[in-house]
């Protein structure tokens, strides 16, 4: 079985400040990992995703994410937060390389302050 | 390179009636899939198709729903006789079977509320 656990429902940081967005998994397979964005009435958009090559995964918009295996987290992070960075973030599992239906996690919703 | 879209985006319905969404995939995915996200919740898997054929449901789907993609491109998602669990946003992604298959694109969902 698989499944994610976003550790954090809600993060607020101050704009410019690092942005740490946890997350935990659990897969019986060699998993794919992705982290997806939805802003306010608008689609999820892919922000990153690991499939088993470099464990240090670049994204878009400054984002970047690392696998550890021995930890099972695939925790996000960004180095300065911008104020369009506020959004709803899903962390999301998936076996590798199959057309397999997606997990997601429940969601952190990530607040930018002034 | 146009994404998913999906119609409507907003619908509301009494309790009862029948009610039908549409899905129209990136045009060279051959993957199709449908989700159901309800408020402060992740999506949560219904159904996908490989070209025409549904390939696998989630116990979620009861027998009042039902997904088609008939010809291998758009998909429909009818509720029958809906309740008012039912109200939630309903998701379509689509993916290749290339490369970058497991990589799904979403729609923007259409908002289901039922009255």
């Known amino acids: 079985a698989q499944s994610v656990t976003q550790l954090d429902s809600h993060v607020s940081v101050s704009e410019g400040t690092p942005v740490l967005l946890r997350c935990n998994y659990s897969?019986?397979?060699?998993?794919?990992l992705f982290w997806y964005v939805q802003h306010p009435n608008k689609g999820l958009q892919l922000l990153l995703k690991y499939t088993s090559a470099a464990t240090l995964v670049k994204g878009i918009n400054g984002f970047e994410a690392e696998f550890k295996k021995s930890e099972t987290s695939f925790h996000l992070t960004k180095p300065s937060a911008h104020m369009s960075d506020a959004a709803e973030y899903f962390c999301v599992v998936s076996f590798t390389g199959t057309a397999s239906k997606l997990t997601f996690g429940t969601g952190t919703r990530l607040q930018v302050t002034l | 390179d146009t994404g998913v879209s999906q119609d409507p985006r907003h619908k509301i319905t009494k309790r009862g009636q029948n009610v039908t969404f549409r899905c129209d995939p990136i045009s060279e995915h051959n993957r199709l899939y449908w989700y159901r996200q309800t408020l402060g919740q992740g999506p949560e898997f219904l159904t996908y198709?490989?070209?025409?054929?549904?390939?696998?449901k989630s116990r979620l789907l009861s027998d009042r729903f039902s997904a088609e993609r008939p010809k291998g491109s758009f998909s429909t998602l009818e509720i029958q006789r809906t309740e008012q669990g039912d109200s939630a946003m309903y998701l379509c992604?689509?993916?290749?079977?290339?490369?970058?298959?497991?990589?799904?694109?979403f729609g923007p969902g259409t908002r289901l509320t039922v009255l």
């Open positions: 992604a689509s993916s290749s079977t290339g490369p970058r298959g497991d990589t799904q694109y």
């Open positions: 897969s019986s397979y060699s998993p794919s």
């Open positions: 198709f490989q070209n025409e054929a549904q390939l696998e």
